[in-house]
């Protein structure tokens, strides 16, 4: 198999899938975020993005909506795209549920400029987005697309030294730089391991330059980079606990950056946004 539309249709196949298991999980907790004030959002993008009152904000690769909603809890003005139907029909009934304002689009990513108008104080992306895009120069096409003149894309993303390990988080097997696709099998799922799937899944890691480098071409501009040897996510084989709450990969703490944020601005207009 060798068609890049052929492997998008298994991945949307995988994550179909997974979207029952995430709902009922406890790694997501639903129903406890579902309460008044609930916010699935962690300290790391809530602090680098500050005050999103007010705010456009276009979620990509949106999942079932969660932090999107938890945006839209906090005053942004919000619209969610996935490429998985059942994951954007989750997020639509949670959005009325709650009482939401929300607009959810379904299509892959690569293709929201043919399903959606307009242009957004903030762009925003984060936790698992990059290994699933074959390719990043049009995925920055989109960002761009979607920023207003002074506007602000946002990812808080898992390092992709972080990729370069095995299944098991214990010795270097894949290669820091885009060399191509990764096959494996979809057994289980990082929000519930005793959950029991089946398929195939087709990743790509991404260098830190090229996706730095893939957005500079497009224009924006470097305001902030951080990296970070922790996850705020237990959803990696051999993770521990650390007193900080963080998660670490076991025999490897403090060692490998896990997590990495950019936090970059669309010139021609004054600032629509600005850090707390």
């Known amino acids: 198999m060798n068609s ?13 899938a997974r979207v029952p298991v995430h709902v009922r999980s406890s790694f997501y907790d639903v129903e406890g975020w579902k309460r008044e004030g609930g916010i699935s959002l962690t300290g790391i993008e809530l602090r680098e993005m500050g005050d999103v009152r007010g705010r456009s904000l276009l979620h990509l690769q949106c999942h079932f909506g969660q932090d999107t909603l938890s945006w839209a809890r906090l005053g942004a003005h919000v619209v969610g795209c996935d490429f998985s ?5 989750q997020a639509r009934q949670l959005a009325e549920e709650l009482s939401l304002p929300a607009e959810f689009v379904c299509c892959s990513v690569y293709d929201l400029p043919q399903h959606l108008s307009g242009e957004f104080d903030i762009v925003f992306t984060s936790y698992g987005v990059l290994g ?3 390719d990043l120069e049009p995925w920055a096409n989109v960002v761009a697309h979607f920023l207003k003149p002074g506007g602000v894309f946002y990812i808080a993303e898992f390092h992709p ?3 370069m390990l095995d299944e098991q988080m214990q010795a270097l097997k894949y ?3 885009n060399a191509g696709v990764i096959e494996s099998e979809l057994n289980s799922t990082y929000a519930d391991r005793s959950a ?4 195939k899944e087709y990743n790509w890691n991404h260098s830190l330059s090229e996706v730095l480098g893939s957005l500079l071409r497009r ?4 305001e902030q980079f951080e990296e970070y040897p922790y996850s705020p996510f237990n959803c990696f084989p051999n993770a521990v606990r650390g007193d900080d709450g963080y998660y670490r990969i076991r025999g490897l703490e403090n060692v490998l950056p896990l997590v990495f944020t950019l936090r970059m601005r669309k010139g021609g ?3 629509v946004t600005d850090p707390a």
């Not at 139907?85 to 029909?89: F, G, K, N, S, V």
Request: a neutral charge; proline letters at 8%; zero cysteines.
């Open 269 to 271: 207009g004054g600032a």
């Open 161 to 163: 030294v972080l990729w």
């Open 4 to 16: 890049l539309s052929e492997y998008i249709n298994h991945n949307r196949r995988a994550w179909n």
């Open 85 to 89: 139907e059942p994951a954007i029909a």
């Open 132 to 134: 699933w895009l074959p």
């Open 196 to 199: 029991v799937l089946s398929g």
């Open 219 to 222: 224009g924006l501009q470097l």
């Open 175 to 177: 290669p820091y730089h």
